[in-house]
């Protein structure tokens, strides 16, 4: 059984950064896909960034890329997802998901497992 755990989150200002982490077990590494999400209060939940589990192909969302890195730490069972130069509206609940099969997707109903998130807040 897979589970995803969210850690990281906080309160920041604006320009500011996070480093967010998703502990996950090993049988993750039978996905596809592995990624981050954000939900807003109010709005629809959003990819942020995605990879493959051999991290030979990494996607960001548009108007995040530059501000946003996704990697992998294998000998801790960990996807990290580093937050630079952080505006108020990136604030949000992120979570960590995980799909079975592969390519990676975009739309968070392709994706089968979720952890609980973890909040992002950033004050200007």
């Known amino acids: 059984q897979v589970h995803l755990r969210e850690s990281g989150g906080g309160s920041v200002q604006a320009g500011g950064s996070l480093q967010l982490s998703c502990k996950h077990s090993?049988?993750?590494?039978?996905?596809?896909?592995v990624g981050w999400f954000r939900q807003a209060p109010g709005k629809e939940r959003e990819a942020v960034a995605n990879?493959?589990?051999?991290?030979?192909?990494?996607n960001y969302a548009d108007d995040l890329q530059g501000r946003v890195t996704i990697s992998q730490d294998n000998a801790k069972n960990t996807l990290i997802l580093q937050l630079d130069n952080l505006r108020a509206e990136d604030t949000a609940m992120y979570y960590c998901?995980?799909?079975?099969?592969?390519?990676?997707?975009?739309?968070?109903?392709?994706?089968?497992?979720w952890g609980q998130g973890t909040q992002v807040t950033v004050s200007s």
């Open positions: 998901a995980a799909k079975w099969t592969a390519p990676c997707a975009w739309s968070p109903e392709d994706f089968d497992i």
């Open positions: 090993a049988t993750i590494y039978a996905s596809g896909c």
């Open positions: 990879m493959n589990i051999a991290g030979d192909e990494i």
